[in-house]
């Protein structure tokens, strides 16, 4: 059986293949008239079409296992309504780690990668309901 650290060499091994395909499959998409396919051309395209979406989403995935920590704290909404991270500020879209509790876990909890959103107010994408003033964050690049 393999390790998690194996595992995480593999991950950032097929990480430049991965990215080379969906740069590949961008310009295919840009080139290809789905006018003119036949129904069997068509069906093939929006099935490489849902799996770039989802290979996408992965790949990011994959390019946070070599990134390392860049800044972290505490997020602290300033006057402008944006939150921050010391002197830091994110805006909507910014991708973050942010500490969520869990007594299950050996750590207490763990982070949690997501992104930054705004309707109405800033929320965790991947958490919308969790408080985000004074948890515990952080950028990693």
């Known amino acids: ?3 998690l ?4 060499k593999r991950y950032k091994k097929i990480g430049g ?16 008239n789905t006018l003119i396919l036949d129904i069997d051309e068509y069906q ?10 989802a290979l996408d989403k992965a790949h990011n995935y994959m390019k946070e296992l070599s990134k390392t920590t860049f800044i972290e704290g505490y997020l602290k909404k300033k006057s402008n309504g944006r939150y921050a991270i ?7 879209g910014s991708s973050l ?9 050996k750590a207490g909890g763990y982070y ?6 705004h309707r109405g107010d800033y929320y965790a994408f991947d958490k919308p309901s969790l408080e985000l003033e004074g948890r515990k964050a952080r950028i990693r690049r």
């Open 1 to 3: 059986m393999s390790n």
């Open 5 to 8: 650290e194996e595992i995480v």
């Open 17 to 32: 293949e991965i990215e080379s395909l969906l740069q590949d499959t961008d310009k295919m998409f840009d080139n290809t």
């Open 44 to 53: 093939k395209y929006l099935l490489v079409y849902q799996s770039h979406l």
């Open 86 to 92: 010391g002197e830091y500020e994110l805006s909507s």
């Open 97 to 105: 780690d942010i500490w969520v509790e869990d007594e299950d876990s």
């Open 112 to 117: 949690l990668f997501t992104r930054l959103e």
